[in-house]
């Protein structure tokens, strides 16, 4: 299925330049689900990899343990969706939805060449929002912006407008401009045409929407008051000079912005024009060397996500990884960058929900899910020929610990190995310590949400019931033996190992002992960085 609108047309730097990869950011309930299947319904799915999922059913059960993102409406993991638009692959990489999952999410943000904002019109930037467009600004991915549910009352469009460029420092440049707002909006305005689109929900609103290009003359007709307003408005964004420039967009420091109602597919369209016009494609990738690997060098790619269980009929666990170069070709052997072994990709697979569909070729900005991939963790390169590596993942400091432990002494051997899967895959970093021995590990977190995931998953996937005891710690820092030594006996402190990298965690209640201490301690090497 993938094959045919995957076929190498002419060559791998084509191939790149016709793919879109992004990410929307957007605050729980602003219409994220809804406006992934508004622009499925749009453009011609071609793959699944992972999941995405709506509220209730729409998208149907995913896997079991997904089940608990359903019932609590949140999404608590990433996947990817492949459409094809106007000869173009567009890769929508889905992101995580609740605030405690900045680590997921900013990994997922590593793997995107451009991400949509999705703004609920009536609330402008909400928290979540805001924290996800710093990952964006951090990493300079360009932002375009979605003002959504214009089909109910809202803030004022050049209110919102003001807000974007207030609040976060990105100059707005509308390329569309609404004429009405809820039940009088009539269409947008093209302001690189001067068009006005006359917009109308289909019957039902589940199928495209109705468009229609109209005359000045007769929208001004026809919407007396609402033309009047818009065109006022179009007149004082000509003199803030408020047009598109590509330079600044791709810069990250202004952003392209759209009016639309996604639940009745209303200003979608123009969305998908937009990331196909001026979105930029897979662009070269910096690695650890700092070269730049480009898009048409010999294959490689890194791991953003690894997950396990994804589909309990199979049991396994699947590595996520956005190609960065060259041709991907399944059954291709690659070098694991780190090890320096080689791994055979046998197992490329784009995952459909329930199902999976194997995938023969992919290029740069594509995601394929390796299958039974074990020996890849999060961040790792794969390179064939001349070896690359890309940089390590960020990762954040926990803030939250708990000893976990299960009563059932019969389930050990399953804690044990659910315990190794999500440090594996990065739900939690697990941590030894001295004290409590092998049978009580500690689990740090960088939000506690990650903490009912993982004894969700302890129970749901390994039979396991765990209990957390929530440790009074708020800050780790990384030490040394030397500084283990020193801080043994201080009272109210703790060192622990972490399991992933055998690096040594000096744990304190708050941040203000930790400096307490260390002023006191002037040998005493501590470092906050993850
Ligand atoms: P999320 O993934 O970002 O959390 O949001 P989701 O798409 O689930 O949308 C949240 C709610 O907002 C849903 O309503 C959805 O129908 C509604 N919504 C999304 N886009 C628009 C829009 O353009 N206009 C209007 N008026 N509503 C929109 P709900 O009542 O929570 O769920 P449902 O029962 O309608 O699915």
């Given at each position: 299925?993938?094959?045919?609108?995957?076929?190498?047309?002419?060559?791998?730097a084509?191939?790149?330049?016709?793919?879109?990869?992004?990410?929307?950011?957007?605050?729980?309930?602003?219409?994220?689900?809804?406006?992934?299947?508004?622009?499925?319904?749009?453009?011609?799915?071609?793959?699944?990899?992972?999941?995405?999922?709506?509220?209730?059913?729409?998208?149907?059960?995913?896997?079991?343990?997904?089940?608990?993102?359903?019932?609590?409406?949140?999404?608590?993991?990433?996947?990817?969706?492949?459409?094809?638009?106007?000869?173009?692959?567009?890769?929508?990489?889905?992101?995580?939805?609740?605030?405690?999952?900045?680590?997921?999410?900013?990994?997922?943000?590593?793997?995107?060449?451009?991400?949509?904002?999705?703004?609920?019109?009536?609330k402008?930037?909400?928290?979540?929002?805001?924290?996800?467009?710093?990952?964006?600004?951090?990493?300079?991915?360009?932002?375009?912006?979605?003002?959504?549910?214009w089909?109910?009352?809202?803030?004022?469009?050049?209110?919102?407008?003001?807000?974007?460029?207030?609040?976060?420092?990105?100059?707005?440049?509308?390329?569309?401009?609404?004429?009405?707002?809820?039940?009088?909006?009539?269409?947008?305005?093209?302001?690189?045409?001067?068009?006005?689109?006359?917009?109308?929900?289909?019957?039902?609103?589940?199928?495209?929407?109705?468009?229609?290009?109209?005359?000045?003359?007769?929208?001004?007709?026809?919407?007396?008051?609402?033309?009047?307003?818009a065109?006022?408005?179009?007149?004082?964004?000509?003199?803030?000079?408020?047009?598109?420039?590509?330079?600044?967009?791709?810069?990250?420091?202004?952003?392209?912005?759209?009016?639309?109602?996604?639940?009745?597919?209303?200003?979608?369209?123009?969305?998908?024009?937009?990331?196909?016009?001026?979105?930029?494609?897979?662009?070269?990738?910096?690695?650890?060397?700092?070269?730049?690997?480009?898009?048409?060098?010999?294959?490689?790619?890194?791991?953003?996500?690894?997950?396990?269980?994804?589909?309990?009929?199979?049991?396994?666990?699947?590595?996520?990884?956005?190609?960065?170069?060259?041709?991907?070709?399944?059954?291709?052997?690659?070098?694991?960058?780190g090890?320096?072994?080689?791994?055979?990709?046998?197992?490329?697979q784009?995952?459909?929900?329930?199902?999976?569909?194997?995938?023969?070729?992919?290029?740069?900005?594509?995601?394929?899910?390796?299958?039974?991939a074990?020996?890849?963790?999060?961040?790792?390169?794969?390179?064939?020929?001349?070896?690359?590596?890309?940089?390590?993942?960020?990762?954040?400091?926990?803030?939250?610990?708990?000893?976990?432990?299960?009563?059932?002494?019969?389930?050990?051997?399953?804690?044990?190995?659910?315990?190794?899967?999500?440090?594996?895959?990065?739900?939690?970093?697990?941590?030894?310590?001295?004290?409590?021995?092998?049978?009580?590990?500690?689990?740090a977190?960088?939000?506690?949400?990650?903490?009912?995931?993982?004894?969700?998953?302890?129970?749901a996937?390994?039979?396991?019931?765990?209990?957390?005891?929530?440790?009074?710690?708020?800050?780790?820092?990384?030490?040394?033996?030397?500084?283990?030594?020193?801080l043994?006996?201080?009272?109210?402190?703790?060192?622990?190992?972490?399991?992933?990298?055998?690096?040594?965690?000096?744990?304190?209640?708050?941040?203000?002992r930790?400096?307490?201490?260390?002023?006191?301690?002037?040998?005493?090497?501590?470092?906050?960085?993850?």
């Amino acid at each position: 299925m993938s094959q045919n609108v995957l076929a190498p047309a002419s060559g791998v730097a084509a191939q790149a330049a016709r793919r879109r990869t992004f990410a929307v950011i957007s605050h729980p309930d602003a219409g994220k689900s809804t406006m992934t299947e508004a622009l499925a319904l749009h453009a011609r799915v071609i793959g699944k990899a992972g999941a995405v999922h709506g509220k209730g059913d729409r998208r149907g059960v995913v896997s079991d343990w997904m089940a608990m993102e359903q019932q609590r409406g949140i999404s608590v993991t990433s996947a990817a969706l492949q459409f094809s638009y106007r000869d173009t692959v567009i890769n929508l990489l889905d992101t995580p939805g609740h605030a405690d999952f900045s680590e997921d999410t900013y990994r997922v943000l590593t793997a995107v060449d451009s991400a949509v904002m999705l703004l609920d019109a009536a609330k402008g930037l909400e928290p979540q929002t805001l924290k996800l467009f710093e990952v964006c600004r951090q990493r300079g991915i360009p932002v375009m912006t979605f003002i959504n549910k214009w089909d109910r009352p809202g803030h004022d469009a050049l209110a919102l407008l003001d807000e974007i460029e207030q609040r976060i420092g990105l100059r707005p440049t509308p390329l569309t401009w609404p004429v009405g707002i809820a039940g009088q909006f009539h269409g947008v305005i093209d302001r690189r045409t001067g068009v006005f689109i006359r917009m109308q929900r289909s019957p039902g609103g589940a199928d495209l929407a109705i468009e229609e290009e109209m005359g000045a003359d007769e929208a001004a007709q026809r919407y007396g008051a609402d033309w009047a307003t818009a065109t006022e408005e179009l007149e004082l964004l000509e003199m803030t000079g408020a047009d598109h420039d590509q330079a600044t967009f791709l810069a990250a420091t202004s952003t392209p912005v759209l009016f639309g109602a996604a639940v009745a597919n209303l200003g979608v369209r123009q969305l998908l024009d937009l990331l196909v016009e001026l979105a930029p494609p897979p662009s070269a990738r910096p690695t650890a060397e700092g070269a730049d690997q480009p898009v048409d060098a010999e294959f490689s790619g890194f791991v953003f996500k690894v997950q396990a269980n994804m589909n309990r009929a199979h049991r396994d666990q699947v590595a996520f990884m956005r190609i960065c170069s060259g041709r991907f070709e399944r059954g291709m052997v690659v070098t694991h960058a780190g090890t320096g072994k080689p791994f055979t990709t046998k197992y490329a697979q784009q995952i459909f929900g329930q199902g999976r569909d194997t995938i023969d070729e992919a290029y740069p900005g594509d995601v394929v899910g390796l299958v039974n991939a074990t020996a890849l963790g999060i961040g790792d390169t794969l390179y064939a020929g001349a070896p690359v590596r890309y940089p390590a993942l960020p990762s954040f400091p926990p803030e939250h610990f708990a000893v976990v432990r299960t009563s059932d002494t019969s389930a050990f051997k399953r804690f044990r190995r659910g315990i190794e899967q999500l440090d594996a895959e990065g739900v939690v970093q697990v941590l030894r310590s001295e004290q409590r021995g092998d049978q009580a590990p500690v689990l740090a977190a960088v939000g506690p949400m990650q903490f009912e995931v993982a004894t969700y998953r302890l129970e749901a996937e390994f039979g396991v019931h765990a209990q957390l005891d929530h440790l009074p710690y708020q800050v780790a820092a990384r030490t040394d033996p030397a500084g283990q030594e020193i801080l043994r006996g201080v009272a109210s402190v703790e060192v622990m190992t972490r399991v992933r990298d055998d690096a040594l965690l000096a744990m304190f209640p708050d941040r203000w002992r930790m400096r307490f201490i260390a002023g006191r301690t002037p040998d005493l090497r501590l470092d906050v960085a993850p």
